[in-house]
């Protein structure tokens, strides 16, 4: 065997079926815990705030509110509540980063019209990552091995967002900078200031947590 085929053989064995991946990144979450998220914001609005808390639960979606009395409630990716909706662009959407049932990630995946069916192998910064929906593909999902740990949505021709420089904030990993794009490039920027395990149900969910906001500061 020549030594351009064993490679090309050992490359090949290294991608395995999306349904699999899917299956393995489940695992690797099923003892998820819902999450307390700072970070500091820096977005193309002017008017957006300096920092937002982001509250997330593997199964429920999450709540993010901001020091100037802003709150959302975000559901299967969008807005169902909030002091003002349409959510803005900054609102991130974290959820995809701990929900830990396969059928809520095929979910996710199918809204952002990513393919689970199409796998690849690619190199991204300083490892490997499985591109699910194909590197040719409209829409992908970045995943680097060995930790399963999401790198990038990509659709259509621009990178919607990405999750670079993960790290331990304590005993949990996770990704220090996020960054929110459109077609027309950054829409925001999070810089992950901390993150802890808290205790999250659907009553603090609910629409009326939005309702009972304090009043909006002054921008």
């Not at 802003?70 to 959510?87: D, E, H, N």
């Not at 991204?124 to 590197?135: E, F, S």
Request: charged residues 25%; contains cysteine; aromatic residues 6%.
């Amino acid at each position: 065997m020549s030594r351009v085929l064993a490679l090309a053989l050992a490359w090949l064995a290294y991608v395995v079926p999306g349904d699999r991946v899917l299956g393995m990144l489940a695992e690797t979450r099923s003892a998820r815990t819902p999450l307390r998220v700072e970070a500091k914001l820096q977005a193309r609005d002017g008017k957006a705030p300096a920092g937002l808390v982001i509250e997330i639960h593997p199964d429920l979606g999450e709540r993010v509110s901001d020091e100037r009395g802003g709150r959302w409630v975000v559901s299967g990716g969008k807005a169902t509540a909030g002091t003002q909706l349409p959510a803005p662009a900054w609102v991130p959407d974290l959820a995809p980063l701990v929900m830990r049932r396969e059928s809520q990630l095929r979910g996710w995946l199918g809204a952002e019209g990513v393919d689970p069916a199409q796998n690849d192998l690619a190199r991204c910064g300083d490892g490997d990552c499985w591109v699910l929906g194909g590197r040719a593909g409209p829409a992908q999902l970045w995943i680097q091995k060995p930790g399963l740990e999401l790198r990038k949505l990509v659709g259509g021709k621009a990178t919607r967002a990405s999750y670079d420089d993960w790290q331990e904030f304590g005993k949990i990993r996770f990704p220090k900078r996020i960054e929110i794009s459109d077609e027309s490039g950054s829409v925001a920027t999070l810089t992950v200031q901390s993150v802890n395990a808290i205790t999250l149900g659907a009553a603090e969910l609910a629409p009326s947590w939005v309702q009972a906001a304090p009043a909006a500061k002054q921008r």
